[in-house]
């Protein structure tokens, strides 16, 4: 649904592009004035059926015609009913004392230091690390510990690290607690730490330990260079996975109703989880939460945001809109499967986020042209190119850290193993998903009854109706106001009559002709300049993964932004910045940190060792097949509902020892190839679970036509489900029936 009147005006990504069709959302104020004006008191009446719903009327009959729920949108200037303000007062009081509560954790702990100890140990020479300070003289339930190897490879091989937390009372030490950790590159990549927190809930009641040490041996015979930090947590610590569940579940009640805006629900999730963490004595520094944040996707998504605002101004997404409207031969579902296509197959080669940017504002023009209403068709965009980076390893975030994974290479799996495995079942997946669409479609009316541009003269002829019902006309002057509404209400409605009545003509013999003369690319210069520095940008996309071009995807997009600024001699940046999903970017931002700090409190851990747990119990014959379906349908619901980057990162070593177990006997392949379908596919499932999906629901905001949690979710959950099944038969049929596992 559109915005209220004049919704697309000063929203689209250029304001002095003319709107297609019937469609132009834009400029209906300014219409307005000039076939409406408030002095007009002609009262003729409406000669199409169409405008029956909004006939010139006379005051005395406003408040019966015009009613407050004939739109959702006119709802905001009606007087709220007691219950309404009530439950919004206690919204707002609610997240107010929950943030105050956050707030007083976060800055009455002090920040985590940066610095680790750094100590050496092998099998002839063991370490004991005593506690000092308040780790030694606070009674503490709980001690986390975080080891890092940074030795040699040679001397990490087949190496193992002991760690013992020890406490010593009656004059002799007690062994509290006990962890093995494997620090062979293959189970702890380098650099990375592993993560243990120690039980001392084990020292008996009433006792208080005179020393705590932790005590380290290693199998290694070569010293072990190890970074070992330690801390203690409170008795609440046990608890902190679920406390991670229900600040999670927290954000998406607050999406899911719209209580508030989706960026402030992720900001507010993200201070609940570092307050959580402050709470917990784990209150990370500011430069660490700075790094959580992928500035890569930030500035990704803020150098294609300005190149496309700039390429706007061309006038390239009314010619190609025209064009594909032409394609169709008037065939919505023709038009349908024309874009999906070509954004599954896109995003194959293309990250799927940049082929979301360039392809929203052109289905929006186009449905224009054709008067239908974009949301669907959008979701349905955003699905397949989900679908289509699935097919190979540069098309999705999650199969570029799968491929690049230094255990994963060295078994031998590169970009063409996995895109010949993966393409095989996108195929099956696509086509499963296509069907399904297709049916999904018939049900969802995509012709809209009126072009957005009536629907804000009507929207404006209901407030100017209720801003007339609310006059008593008990005075002159409120008559005189009264009947000056009126007459405003009753020049709208002409207005609108005859638009409705120009639109009916148009619809019934649309001029291709004429709408290729007149929405033709006006910029010629600009579109030479921009299809140049897009072009390259696209092609640096291509070959940033060669090892001797040092630049990532966000590092090229801001290159190929300033260039294009720059070359398009731009004097008024200030209204292209005011063009950037700002709302998009911090919702990213927050959203990184919310996914951090949920993992820092355990929760993907802890769905990671569940996993585990699971496919140990089912009996060996059926292991592979149960190994494969519980690793794809968890990573696809846990990808639909957090973010599948931090996900993917801690399911890979899971993946990885599996395959390692030999009592387990489970290879590696498959397991990869199931992780990265349930983590690309899955990101299908909700509007946040996936980048692309947050990045085209912000344009179409932008343009009119807001996307909500409810309206992805009706279209892309059961897709997803879908998509699910049809990989789960590819991965049974190909790897437990056909043996396809070398």
Same mark, same amino acid.
């Given at each position: ?150 030795? !040699? ?6 190496? #193992?690290?002991?760690? &013992? ?147 706007? &101004? #061309? ?51 186009? $449905? ?93 002829? &209901?407030?100017? $109706? ?12 409120? !008559? ?24 009916? &003509? ?141 996900? #993917? ?84 049929? $190909? ?8």
């Amino acid at each position: 649904m559109t915005r209220g009147a004049g919704a697309g005006h000063g929203s689209d990504v250029d304001d002095t592009t003319p709107l297609l069709g019937g469609g132009g959302g834009g400029g209906s104020s300014a219409s307005t004035a000039e076939e409406g004006g408030i002095s007009s008191s002609s009262s003729s009446s409406a000669s199409s059926s169409s405008s029956s719903a909004v006939a010139p009327m006379p005051p005395a009959h406003l408040a019966s015609t015009h009613s407050s729920e004939d739109d959702p949108h006119a709802t905001a200037a009606a007087p709220l009913s007691k219950w309404t303000r009530r439950l919004r007062v206690t919204k707002t009081a609610l997240l107010s004392v929950l943030l105050l509560m956050a707030a007083v954790f976060f800055c009455t702990e002090e920040e985590q230091t940066t610095l680790t100890p750094v100590y050496a140990a092998s099998r002839a020479f063991p370490l004991s690390v005593p506690l000092e300070g308040a780790e030694q003289t606070a009674p503490f339930s709980y001690y986390r510990a975080e080891l890092t190897a940074y030795s !040699a490879e040679a001397a990490l091989n087949d190496s #193992t690290v002991l760690l &013992q937390l020890s406490g010593r009372w009656e004059e002799r030490w007690h062994v509290l607690d006990v962890l093995t950790v494997d620090v062979s590159p293959t189970s702890l990549p380098a650099g990375d730490a592993a993560h243990h927190t120690f039980d001392a809930t084990t020292i008996p009641d009433g006792v208080r330990p005179t020393a705590m040490a932790f005590n380290v041996t290693t199998t290694s015979e070569r010293p072990l260079s190890l970074a070992l930090s330690l801390k203690g947590l409170p008795y609440a610590a046990r608890y902190q996975e679920v406390y991670a569940f229900l600040i999670l579940v927290g954000v998406y009640v607050l999406i899911v109703f719209e209580l508030v805006h989706r960026m402030l629900a992720a900001m507010l999730g993200s201070f609940l989880t570092l307050g959580v963490l402050s709470l917990l004595r784990q209150r990370p520094s500011l430069d660490v939460i700075v790094g959580w944040i992928d500035f890569e996707t930030v500035c990704l998504l803020f150098g294609m945001m300005l190149m496309v605002g700039i390429f706007a &101004q #061309t006038g390239f997404f009314e010619w190609a809109a025209v064009r594909g409207y032409k394609l169709s031969r008037g065939s919505v579902w023709r038009l349908v499967t024309l874009l999906c296509a070509f954004a599954a197959v896109v995003s194959a080669f293309l990250d799927n986020v940049t082929t979301v940017l360039l392809l929203t504002p052109v289905t929006i023009r186009l $449905c224009r042209v054709l008067n239908l209403d974009p949301k669907p068709i959008l979701i349905a965009e955003v699905i397949f190119s989900n679908i289509g980076g699935t097919a190979t390893a540069v098309g999705d975030p999650p199969n570029v850290i799968i491929v690049s994974n230094a255990a994963i290479s060295r078994a031998g799996i590169d970009f063409s193993e996995f895109t010949l495995h993966m393409l095989l079942g996108v195929l099956l997946v696509a086509a499963c998903c296509y069907v399904a669409l297709a049916l999904m479609f018939r049900r969802i009316p995509l012709e809209l009854a009126e072009p957005a541009e009536c629907a804000g003269l009507r929207r404006e002829i &209901q407030v100017w $109706c209720r801003a007339a019902n609310r006059l008593a006309g008990g005075t002159a002057e409120e !008559a005189t106001v009264k009947r000056l509404l009126t007459d405003k209400v009753e020049s709208l409605s002409e207005a609108h009559d005859k638009r409705m009545r120009e639109y009916d &003509q148009r619809r019934q013999a649309p001029d291709v002709a004429e709408l290729e003369r007149t929405y033709r690319i006006h910029d010629v210069p600009l579109f030479i300049k921009s299809c140049v520095v897009l072009g390259t940008v696209i092609i640096m996309f291509f070959l940033h993964s060669i090892p001797q071009v040092h630049l990532d995807l966000g590092w090229i997009s801001l290159l190929g932004a300033m260039s294009l600024v720059l070359v398009a001699d731009l004097q008024n940046v200030e209204g292209l910045l005011e063009k950037i999903e700002w709302g998009t970017l911090l919702f990213f931002a927050a959203l990184f940190i919310l996914m951090e700090g949920l993992g820092e409190l355990g929760l993907i851990d802890f769905i990671g060792d569940g996993v585990v747990a699971l496919i140990r119990a089912v009996p060996e014959g059926a292991r592979l097949a149960a190994a494969l379906l519980v690793i794809l349908w968890v990573s696809a619901l846990c990808s639909s509902f957090i973010d599948n980057i931090p996900f #993917t990162t801690a399911m890979i070593p899971v993946v990885v020892a599996l395959s390692e177990d030999a009592e387990l006997g489970l290879p590696l392949r498959p397991l990869v190839w199931a992780l990265a379908m349930g983590a690309c596919l899955g990101g299908n499932g909700t509007l946040i679970g996936a980048s692309a999906n947050v990045v085209c629901a912000g344009l179409a905001e932008q343009h009119g036509h807001p996307i909500s949690f409810n309206d992805f979710f009706k279209l892309g959950f059961p897709i997803m489900l879908v998509s699910i099944v049809a990989a789960s038969i590819y991965l049974i049929l $190909c790897h437990v029936v056909g043996d396809w596992n070398g």
